[in-house]
């Protein structure tokens, strides 16, 4: 199995899905449900970045997003450098002295190197991984940390296509792929699973049309989408919420390679 190849092969067929994450406005319209949905929850990845932080440590979030990494983690490190090309997410970031924001893809950012280097559930849509990767292994002078589901994407949009079409549409890459990928570059990474339960919250049942019209695509039908809504979403206080399930996922890191 060239894995490479099998990687590229999944991201092509995801873009065929029409309303993917490639739609440049995505991240930034959904900015404020992403954040809303993730400062709830318990991030067992701190917990494994966690023996490797100090006061003077420094570190690079690559595709930092709403910044729910690289605050906390701010708080206790030497400096923090967040890279995010969403201007929607960017903003969700929370101003800190000890804390640079680019606004960059993170194969066009130009960044000094960093003791630790973090890739948090950003390479789905990441169609040329191996330069993606390699450029996180030469920013990271003691060690690199990438986290991918292994589960299917848990969101409303796809258990309506599911619905809709008997089928989710083309799935995303999974941690076991990102694994035996990293195994045909020459990386041996140490693996820490993390199981937990996805919840998104939307602040009213329109944002959450916008939401899933936009991954579900052509097959979308505004009447029956939002009806499968209605029954999806429960009332969570003035929020609606959809449980997503438990997700496993997985974390990847290692000490940089020695180059010369």
Known sequence: MDW???WKQVVHERATLAGTHADPGYWDRRAPTFARSTKARVDQFLAVIDPYVSPRTTLIDAGAGTGRH??????????VTAVEPSEGMRAQISARDNMTIIASTWEDAEVAPADLVICSHVLYGVDEPVPFITKLELSARERVFIALRESDLPHPSAAIRKRLLGEAGPRLPRF?????LLIQMGIAPDVAFLRYRSVTRYADL????????TLVGDAWDDLTGRAMLEQMLTPDGEELVFDGGMVVAG???WQPQTRT
Do not use: Q
């Open 70 to 79: 690289a605050v906390p983690l701010s708080e206790r490190l030497e400096w």
């Open 206 to 213: 329109d944002e959450a049309l916008t939401d899933s019209r």
């Open 4 to 6: 490479e190849a099998n």
């Open 251 to 253: 974390v990847a890191h």
């Open 176 to 180: 076991s792929e990102l694994f035996m």
